[in-house]
């Protein structure tokens, strides 16, 4: 009778099984049934800083005198840029900006908050509008470094509003192109950095996947109090919602009589809303913002 059958009535008594040898037939072979052959177990070898298994971290390469040697530009906006003089008080849609940015910094005194994403659900909402006035309201303050990054890489415009060059920018410094101080400008007369998008590229999202992006926005809050982002749309593209993972928070800007409250439903869904810190509603009437400050400013002021 064969060594199955054996082993069977042995499991009917009570007895245990002997577990054969792994052949084609379950038998055991036959150079390895009267003698005991070592198993070897599999080593555990440890993966350690020095171990050529381990991944080398990534450091962004900011030091002390990192942004001192970033490029100075000029301040001159372009015409269409519609940025706003937020040193004249006067001016409404400054005050609303000044009233987002209270808000804002309130809120980071209650939890870390320092890299913000603002996108929209979709297109020609006000999202660049919005990131590049609100950087500019908290520059204004003087109180520390704020950076303004274009991660729009797909349609990229912040470099235009501000005339400068394009690249390098994000893109190169994410490649690899060029350092971080290189991919930078400071606006005079402010403490504003700007992160253009830089040179063309053709996949984004995978850019944006890669681990120094990552890295990039664990590092930033060394250097800047605040770090504003323009993202693409969030109904049109998965980059938005790769770089809200990564930020303390994300501003969601929404157009009035635009809009639809689907969109917004969706979009809040897809950000499954985490790090959500508020909607922005842009479009307002001109009548309806006026007439929260006529009873602060008058014409003879």
């Known amino acids: ?26 038998e055991r072979p036959a150079d390895a049934r009267d003698a005991d052959v070592p198993v070897r177990r599999p080593e555990f070898v440890p993966i350690t800083p020095s171990s050529p298994l381990a991944t080398p971290p990534i450091r962004l390469n900011i ?3 990192t942004l001192a040697e970033v490029a100075m530009v000029p301040f001159q906006p372009a015409p269409e840029s519609h940025l706003l003089d937020l040193s004249n008080s006067h001016e409404t849609p400054a ?22 994403v603002v996108t929209s659900p979709s297109p020609a909402e006000g999202k660049t509008f919005t990131a590049v006035n609100l950087a500019l309201a908290e520059a204004h303050l003087a109180e520390s470094s704020v950076l303004l990054g274009d991660f729009d890489l797909r349609r990229p415009i912040i470099h235009n509003l501000f005339q400068v060059e394009r690249a390098p920018g994000l ?4 490649t690899g192109k060029c350092t971080f101080a290189q991919a930078l400008r400071h606006v005079e007369g402010m403490n504003l950095y700007l992160l253009p998008a830089g040179s063309p590229v ?3 999202l995978e850019l944006l996947n890669m681990r120094t992006a990552k890295v990039l926005f664990e590092e930033l809050p060394r250097s800047f109090n605040w770090a504003i982002f323009d993202t693409p749309p969030l109904l049109f593209s998965a980059d938005a919602n790769l770089l809200s993972t990564m930020a303390d928070g994300t501003v969601l800007v929404v ?7 689907d969109n917004v439903t969706r979009a809040m869904q897809s950000l499954c809303e ?5 909607i922005v509603a842009n479009g307002a009437r001109a009548s309806e913002l006026y007439s929260k400050y006529t009873y602060y400013y008058s014409k003879t002021e």
């Open 255 to 261: 157009k009035i009589g635009s809009t639809t409250f």
């Open 95 to 116: 005050e609303e900006f000044r009233t987002l940015r209270t808000r804002l910094n309130h809120l980071q005194t209650l939890q870390p908050l320092h890299t913000v």
């Open 1 to 26: 009778m064969s060594r199955v059958h054996d082993a069977l009535r042995r499991a009917e008594k009570g007895a245990p099984i002997e577990e054969p040898a792994q052949g084609v037939t379950g």
């Open 171 to 174: 893109s190169d410094y994410l």
């Open 63 to 65: 030091h002390p005198g």
């Open 202 to 204: 053709k996949n984004p």
């Open 274 to 278: 985490n790090n959500v810190l508020g």
